[in-house]
């Protein structure tokens, strides 16, 4: 299996090469699983609503009022715009989100920011799936999770073979702003302590070495499959 985050920036720029790699692998009954993200699209809809936009270590501190508008910026905008691009790739996705739950995260110290609990499907098939950003916690309440968090627990429930983190920049970035290509644990915390590696990087990368601890072998970080930032366990 195939887990393919794609964030909210990526998803503006999905290219050709990438919607033909999916089809590559669906067409031999590899299955795919997308999962999304928004941010770029939400912190332009709160600037256009004068609210602020507001992150605590990588994640968005979400308010009544900004769940609400992520809700409408992924229903309306997101989603539907991700529906177009896959339905002119001849692919047609199934939403994935009935099967999986959230939990408060860090009781509320986030505001109505989840993490994953819980993953009911036990297996999929040869088939497409999408999961947004917005789960539903125990009582059918949407919590806003991080999509690169979503992604791991994804990959982990699954024992996917590949997580692969399309984003906005061409991999892991050093000090001299070039692509480490084999990124080690320690490589990634001597970033995080020089402040090298920030913001939706750190909670990235976390989340990418918790899924190759928990036995995902194949994990990539940048703009394609093939090029960017691989994830090594390292001596
Ligand atoms: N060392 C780094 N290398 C690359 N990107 C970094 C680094 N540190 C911080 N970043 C930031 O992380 C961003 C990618 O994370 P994020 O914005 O959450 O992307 P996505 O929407 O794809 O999840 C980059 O655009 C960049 O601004
Ligand atoms: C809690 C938290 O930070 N949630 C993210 C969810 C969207 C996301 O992850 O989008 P990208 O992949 O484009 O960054 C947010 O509100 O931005």
């Known amino acids: 299996m195939k887990v393919i985050k794609i964030g909210g920036n990526a998803l503006k720029n999905l290219n050709i090469q990438i919607l ?3 089809q590559a692998w669906l067409a031999i009954g590899e299955p795919v699983i997308l999962v999304h993200g928004a941010g ?8 256009r609503a004068k609210l602020p936009v507001k992150k605590i270590d990588g994640l968005r501190y979400t308010d009544q009022r900004t769940l609400a508008i992520m809700q409408d910026v992924v229903q309306v905008q997101v989603w539907p715009m991700l529906q177009h691009v896959l339905g002119q790739a001849h692919m ?3 939403l994935l989100t009935e099967g999986v739950q959230a939990t408060l995260k860090a009781e509320g110290e986030y505001g109505r920011v989840g993490e994953i609990k819980s993953v009911a499907m036990e297996r999929v098939t040869g088939q497409l799936y999408v999961i947004g950003p917005l789960v539903p ?13 979503i992604a791991l627990a994804i ?3 699954f024992m ?9 920049v061409d991999g892991v970035l050093n000090k001299q ?8 644990p320690i490589d990634a915390s001597n970033l995080v302590q020089q402040q090298i590696v920030t913001d939706g990087m750190f909670v990235k990368i976390q989340a990418a070495f918790a899924a190759i601890r928990a036995g995902v072998t194949d994990i990539r970080l940048g703009k394609d499959f093939e090029t960017g930032t691989k994830l090594i366990l390292g001596e």
Do not use: I
Not at 160 to 168: K, V
Not at 177 to 184: A, G, H, W
């Open 160 to 168: 996917a073979d590949s997580l692969y983190f399309l984003t906005d």
């Open 155 to 157: 990959a982990r429930h």
């Open 40 to 47: 770029p699209m939400v912190n332009e809809a709160l600037t």
């Open 92 to 94: 047609a996705a199934n």
């Open 177 to 184: 702003q070039e692509v480490v290509s084999n990124l080690t």
């Open 20 to 22: 033909n790699q999916m």
């Open 137 to 149: 916690d125990e009582r059918g309440e949407l919590l806003n999770v991080n999509a690169d968090e």
